[in-house]
């Protein structure tokens, strides 16, 4: 059974492991979780996935504010735990968050080569705005999508 959660100091170890493994092009440090996580929950909001007492998932996001655009600064699921519907359970929480803290949209970078991702982007009403060139890297490239917020 999956669990759902907000982080604590005691988790940062285990995401900055995970961070590497899944982001190996410019994982977070320990200070940027510390970071992130201080704006929780005035600005911020995190959410882990947990299933026999280990992290099978975890999203952040920053709303700066009422008639902003909210920035999901990262989504994660491990291999194993994907396809059923953990990415999706933490980005309806995220966006709950969002639109509690009045932004107008939610958007999010994912590799042009992720197209499981980019499926269930589609599926939940994110739309390509726009691509960045490099963005994870040398030749891996991202493409910027936006949900608006009724």
């Given at each position: 059974?999956i669990?759902?959660r907000?982080?604590?100091?005691?988790?940062?170890p285990?995401?900055?492991?995970?961070d590497k493994?899944?982001?190996?092009?410019?994982?977070w440090?320990?200070?940027?979780?510390?970071?992130?996580?201080?704006g929780?929950?005035?600005t911020?909001?995190?959410?882990?996935?947990?299933s026999?007492n280990?992290?099978?998932g975890y999203?952040?996001?920053?709303?700066?504010?009422p008639?902003?655009?909210?920035?999901?600064?990262?989504i994660?699921?491990?291999?194993g735990?994907?396809?059923?519907?953990?990415?999706?359970?933490?980005?309806a929480?995220?966006?709950g968050?969002?639109?509690?803290?009045?932004?107008?949209?939610?958007?999010?970078?994912?590799?042009?080569d992720n197209?499981?991702?980019?499926?269930?982007?589609?599926?939940l009403?994110?739309s390509?705005?726009?691509?960045r060139?490099?963005?994870?890297?040398?030749?891996?490239?991202?493409?910027?999508m936006?949900k608006?917020f009724i």
């Open positions: 059974m669990t759902y907000q982080p604590m100091a005691l988790d940062i285990t995401l900055v492991v995970l493994e899944y982001f190996p092009y410019s994982p440090s320990p200070a940027q979780f510390k970071e992130e996580f201080a929780i929950p005035s911020r909001f995190f959410e882990l996935a947990i026999d280990q992290i099978v999203a952040g996001v920053i709303a700066p504010g008639d902003a655009v909210a920035d999901i600064l990262t994660t699921v491990i291999d735990f994907r396809r059923q519907g953990i990415a999706k359970r933490l980005i929480d995220i966006e968050y969002c639109q509690s803290k009045g932004s107008s949209a939610i958007m999010l970078e994912v590799a042009t197209t499981g991702a980019i499926a269930l982007y589609e599926k009403g994110y390509q705005i726009s691509k060139s490099n963005y994870y890297g040398s030749k891996k490239d991202a493409f910027v936006q608006e």
